[in-house]
């Protein structure tokens, strides 16, 4: 598996791209109007306990209030029977310390933490926890010890004096003393300054910002795997090797400067490829196609052949498609960045075999996913359910705004419709005042209606109401938009 980054920089947005084997796996766009939040530390104030739910909403400087339930207050060791209530921990008018672990979301706002961690390239440091810890991801039980072993020895090194833990991220497999060591001096350096700011920060006020998104990138996406990181900002390709040689030596030879005319974006279609990702219908190459629906609540995805008719029987047809899906599903999470509930429709297979074939495709692709996914298996209508850590908005939240016109329904009432709206509103007008006559202000669409195909109607109802109703076409009105003028 070859990858590359490829980073896009403008003064108005950063744009990153992920690929593995020429084809686009994650994309990642922050604007500088909007930029993530998510890992940066506050000082903020209380300003409403909610007893009902125990949680509070804090004031951290941003559009909405910020939400942080009960268990994020208290210490994370805290034994259930000890916990304490959300209003025994807070009180409005409060001044707090915390951390950001989810991005304001829709009409959501920022979900937050008093459980500060400051992230580097091998470790994050929590100045709060009582012990260290290894990520999952590194399976080896020899090189969990040897790090833990390495993470003592370092702490014992350290000229700062060092409280809390280290989780040791998956990028630390296979790293060095000399390396961990430099690591955690610089990760202890930082919540010194940290510290500093918690004591002189005003309310609400930013104390620690992370790092802006194309150094994050190279700092979390960057494994063996990752043959070049291309940027085409020759100003900020000079900052991201300098973070490289201070930080992460092995990465500087594969730093490159990209020139070119041509768009960087445009290699390995890019562009398309998000435009794609903004869509509902994901084509499959065997002729079957994905449909996804992402909602408030969950995602779901239905799987369906198209025009795969296969070459053997039915049930081929449908394993081939479901195994092809499973690996496109997979893809298109990290792509459209979809968290929360996920539900699959796979196409009904009879086989056990099969669907346990496709489950472990599934889970196996599943795996290249920074995301935390967890897969609950196939439901009893033969639905597969699986979670996804959200963290930041999807893709489509990032670039997209729900239509004004159907207000995110997806369909408009029909001219027919609209048509017997206005009717009825017309006998109600009738009733309340009595006007000498009725302009009716609609779009093209509706007033075509209402003059061709409801023209008998319009005459009954001028019959029935004994006025006269005129109709005038309004250009900038969509076809649900009326109004009714009394004369």
Same mark, same amino acid.
């Given at each position: 598996?070859?990858?590359?980054?490829?980073?896009?920089?403008?003064?108005?947005?950063?744009?990153?791209? +992920?690929?593995?084997?020429?084809?686009?796996?994650? !994309?990642?766009?922050?604007?500088?109007?909007?930029?993530?939040?998510?890992?940066?530390?506050?000082?903020?104030?209380?300003?409403?306990?909610?007893?009902?739910? #125990?949680?509070?909403?804090?004031?951290?400087?941003?559009?909405?209030?910020?939400?942080?339930?009960?268990?994020?207050?208290?210490?994370?060791?805290?034994?259930?029977?000890? #916990?304490?209530?959300?209003? @025994?921990?807070?009180?409005?008018?409060?001044?707090?310390?915390?951390?950001?672990?989810?991005?304001?979301?829709?009409?959501?706002? !920022?979900?937050?933490?008093?459980?500060?961690?400051?992230?580097?390239?091998?470790?994050?440091?929590?100045?709060?926890?009582?012990?260290?810890?290894?990520?999952? %991801?590194?399976?080896?039980?020899?090189?969990?010890?040897?790090?833990?072993?390495?993470?003592?020895?370092? @702490?014992?090194?350290?000229?700062?004096?060092?409280?809390?833990?280290?989780?040791?991220?998956?990028?630390?497999?296979?790293?060095?003393?000399?390396?961990?060591?430099?690591?955690?001096?610089?990760?202890?350096?930082?919540?010194?300054? +940290?510290?500093?700011?918690?004591?002189?920060?005003?309310?609400?006020?930013?104390?620690?910002?992370?790092?802006?998104?194309?150094?994050?990138?190279?700092?979390?996406?960057?494994?063996?795997?990752?043959?070049?990181?291309?940027?085409?900002?020759?100003?900020?390709?000079?900052?991201?090797?300098?973070?490289?040689?201070?930080?992460?030596?092995? !990465?500087?030879?594969?730093?490159?400067?990209?020139?070119?005319?041509?768009?960087?974006?445009?290699?390995?279609?890019?562009?398309?490829?998000?435009?794609?990702?903004?869509?509902?219908?994901?084509?499959?190459?065997?002729?079957?196609?994905?449909?996804?629906?992402?909602?408030?609540?969950? $995602?779901?995805?239905?799987?369906?052949?198209?025009?795969?008719?296969?070459?053997?029987?039915?049930?081929?047809?449908?394993?081939?498609?479901?195994?092809?899906?499973?690996?496109?599903?997979? %893809?298109?999470?990290?792509?459209?960045?979809?968290?929360?509930?996920?539900?699959?429709?796979?196409?009904?297979?009879?086989?056990?075999?099969?669907?346990?074939?496709?489950?472990? +495709?599934?889970?196996?692709?599943?795996?290249?996913?920074?995301?935390?996914?967890?897969? $609950?298996?196939?439901?009893?209508?033969?639905?597969?359910?699986?979670?996804?850590?959200? $963290?930041?908005?999807?893709?489509?939240?990032?670039?997209?705004?729900?239509?004004?016109?159907?207000?995110?329904?997806? $369909?408009?009432?029909?001219?027919?419709?609209?048509?017997?709206?206005?009717?009825?509103?017309?006998?109600?007008?009738?009733?309340?005042?009595?006007?000498?006559?009725?302009?009716?202000?609609?779009?093209?669409?509706?007033?075509?209606?209402?003059?061709?195909?409801?023209?008998?109607?319009?005459?009954?109802?001028? !019959?029935?109401?004994?006025?006269?109703?005129?109709?005038?076409?309004?250009?900038?009105?969509? @076809?649900?938009?009326?109004?009714? +003028?009394?004369?």
């Amino acid at each position: 598996m070859s990858g590359e980054v490829l980073i896009n920089l403008t003064p108005m947005e950063t744009r990153v791209a +992920v690929v593995e084997n020429g084809v686009l796996q994650e !994309a990642f766009i922050e604007r500088s109007r909007r930029r993530g939040i998510v890992g940066n530390i506050y000082k903020g104030k209380v300003v409403r306990v909610l007893p009902g739910m #125990q949680a509070a909403f804090v004031d951290i400087g941003l559009e909405r209030a910020a939400f942080i339930h009960a268990h994020e207050v208290m210490a994370a060791h805290t034994p259930a029977e000890e #916990q304490a209530t959300i209003s @025994q921990l807070l009180h409005e008018g409060q001044s707090l310390v915390v951390q950001v672990t989810k991005d304001p979301i829709g009409t959501k706002g !920022a979900r937050l933490t008093t459980h500060l961690s400051v992230p580097s390239r091998y470790l994050v440091y929590m100045p709060d926890a009582p012990h260290n810890g290894v990520s999952q %991801r590194i399976e080896d039980e020899g090189e969990r010890e040897r790090l833990r072993q390495l993470v003592e020895v370092c @702490q014992a090194q350290q000229e700062l004096e060092v409280e809390g833990g280290f989780i040791i991220r998956t990028a630390a497999e296979g790293v060095s003393e000399e390396e961990l060591f430099s690591d955690m001096h610089f990760l202890l350096r930082l919540w010194r300054k +940290v510290s500093e700011r918690k004591v002189t920060a005003g309310v609400p006020s930013v104390i620690y910002d992370d790092l802006p998104l194309f150094i994050r990138t190279l700092r979390d996406q960057m494994h063996d795997e990752i043959e070049k990181v291309r940027i085409d900002s020759r100003e900020n390709y000079v900052k991201l090797k300098e973070f490289a040689e201070e930080f992460m030596p092995d !990465a500087v030879e594969r730093i490159e400067y990209y020139p070119g005319e041509r768009p960087i974006f445009d290699l390995y279609s890019v562009e398309d490829e998000i435009h794609k990702a903004l869509g509902r219908k994901v084509q499959l190459k065997s002729g079957g196609y994905l449909v996804i629906d992402p909602t408030e609540a969950m $995602t779901t995805i239905d799987v369906n052949t198209g025009g795969y008719v296969g070459h053997r029987n039915l049930e081929e047809t449908i394993f081939k498609t479901n195994l092809e899906a499973a690996t496109a599903i997979a %893809r298109q999470l990290r792509l459209r960045n979809l968290g929360g509930i996920i539900i699959i429709d796979f196409i009904d297979m009879e086989d056990a075999e099969h669907q346990r074939q496709v489950l472990r +495709v599934l889970e196996k692709a599943l795996e290249r996913d920074h995301a935390k996914t967890k897969c $609950t298996g196939v439901t009893e209508l033969g639905l597969v359910q699986l979670t996804r850590k959200r $963290t930041r908005e999807s893709l489509e939240q990032t670039l997209c705004e729900a239509c004004p016109t159907c207000e995110g329904r997806g $369909t408009l009432r029909t001219p027919e419709t609209v048509c017997y709206e206005i009717f009825r509103e017309i006998l109600r007008e009738e009733r309340a005042y009595g006007p000498e006559t009725y302009t009716v202000l609609a779009s093209q669409a509706v007033v075509d209606r209402l003059l061709d195909e409801e023209s008998a109607a319009v005459a009954d109802l001028e !019959a029935f109401i004994g006025k006269t109703i005129r109709f005038q076409v309004e250009g900038h009105y969509s @076809q649900e938009q009326y109004d009714i +003028v009394l004369m």
